[in-house]
């Protein structure tokens, strides 16, 4: 069988990005060759030290050489800063919407030997939603008022419930074929805010809704979960959840959330995924907190490599990063600080390559 070539490119970003996607590089790299696989990586830049140093914080380069060069990408993180800076736009936010990355897909999973099982995946809308960034600010007699654009469209909530429920019947025929599971049947919960915003969230609802009662997904459970109550059954009844679907900005919280319940940001990877192409990004930002120290932990880097490769139909290949990863894990030995443990990234890093 001739070896398949995935060209990859590398956007470390700033803070701990520079330390995670190296070891993403290396676990690539450390794939068993009987897999039928070859890596080529290009390095690209994107980032707040990128802005300092080119005036542009996604340089157009980085844009065409993923759009017409690569298969895939692994990016980390960027430092954007809390207050506006004039000419510099999130990076991250930005590719995912000049390459239709419609879909932000984060699982989070404890090992499961943990006395608290989770197993779920949050499908987070991925180009729209408060994340448009058309935002103002304007004087009144009574001081300034700023104001934002919350658009919400059916095809993009079409689009991404009916990922949703690709994912709940992948995930079932996984568990069929005799993967150990919390879960019995596949079920997709849809939050939303409909109470209150009843157009723009209303519209994210009802078309969610339409596209899962697609006779194709006739198999798979659907409910609706108002996010406030939503964060409260996160936190009470995790085990319940098998795929939520949000839009954008309740995606981007419940993520962090749940990370917590499985014990680290530094866990819990995703994927920015469009048609044919897919970036891995860990959940986590710079950290700039723990930056430099060596101590970031990579696992959700190599998890999101792993994951980016299950969406350019590897899966094998990425079942070999995960089982590497769990047994890591598993063992607890050589765990990052984050985890309660000693452990350098390096170390880390070194166990789990040994492990694959
Ligand atoms: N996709 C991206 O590029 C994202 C970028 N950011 C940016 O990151 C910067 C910092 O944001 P924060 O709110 O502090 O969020 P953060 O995710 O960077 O950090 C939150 C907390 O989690 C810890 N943490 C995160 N990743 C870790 C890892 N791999 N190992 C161990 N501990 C880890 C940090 O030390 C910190 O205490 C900001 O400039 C923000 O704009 C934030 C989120 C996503
Ligand atoms: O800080 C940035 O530039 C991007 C933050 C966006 C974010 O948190 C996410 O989408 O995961």
């Not at 993009?156 to 069929?176: C, D, H, M, V, Y």
């Not at 198999?219 to 959840?241: C, H, N, T, W």
């Not at 954008?248 to 192409?277: C, K, Q, R, T």
């Amino acid at each position: 069988m001739a070896a398949r070539t995935l060209r990859i490119g590398l956007i470390p970003g700033d803070g701990i990005g520079k330390e995670v996607i190296p070891a993403g590089r290396r676990i690539l790299e450390a794939l068993p060759a009987s897999l039928g696989l070859k890596f080529e990586f290009v390095d690209l830049k994107a980032g707040f030290e990128t802005f300092e140093q080119t005036g542009a914080a996604l340089p157009d380069e980085t844009v065409a050489i993923l759009k017409n060069e690569c298969d895939g990408a692994l990016f980390g993180a960027v430092s954007s800063p809390s207050k506006a800076v004039k000419g510099y736009s999130s990076p991250i936010v930005a590719l995912r919407k000049k390459l239709d990355l419609y879909a932000n897909v984060r699982p989070v999973k404890s090992v499961m030997t943990a006395a608290n099982p989770i197993d779920m995946v949050i499908v987070r809308e991925n180009t729209e939603d408060l994340y448009v960034k058309e935002e103002k600010t304007y004087d009144t007699p009574e001081g300034k008022v700023a104001e934002a654009i919350k658009r919400i469209s059916q095809r993009a909530s079409s689009r991404i419930a009916t990922i949703a429920g690709e994912i709940a019947l992948r995930r079932q025929k996984i568990r069929e074929s005799g993967a150990p599971s919390i879960h019995k049947e596949p079920l997709v919960t849809i939050t939303h805010k409909s109470n209150v915003l009843s157009q723009t969230d209303g519209l994210f609802r009802s078309t969610a809704r339409e596209a899962l009662a697609n006779p194709r997904f006739k198999d798979v459970g659907v409910e609706e979960q108002i996010v406030d109550s939503m964060v409260y059954k996160l936190f009470r009844q995790p085990e319940a959840y098998d795929v939520i679907v949000a839009p954008n900005l309740y995606g981007d919280i419940l993520s962090d959330g749940a990370a917590a319940l499985v014990g680290s940001l530094g866990l819990v990877p995703s994927a920015n995924v469009g048609e044919g192409f897919a970036i891995g990004e860990p959940c986590h930002g710079s950290a700039p907190d723990i930056m430099g120290q060596g101590i970031s932990n990579p696992i959700a880097t190599l998890r999101s490599a792993a994951l980016m490769l299950e969406f350019l139909n590897e899966e094998a290949a990425a079942a070999k990063i995960y089982a590497a990863v769990d047994a890591n894990l598993e063992e607890g030995k050589l765990l990052s600080p984050d985890l309660g443990g000693t452990a350098k990234t390096e170390e880390v890093v070194q166990d789990i390559l040994r492990r694959l």
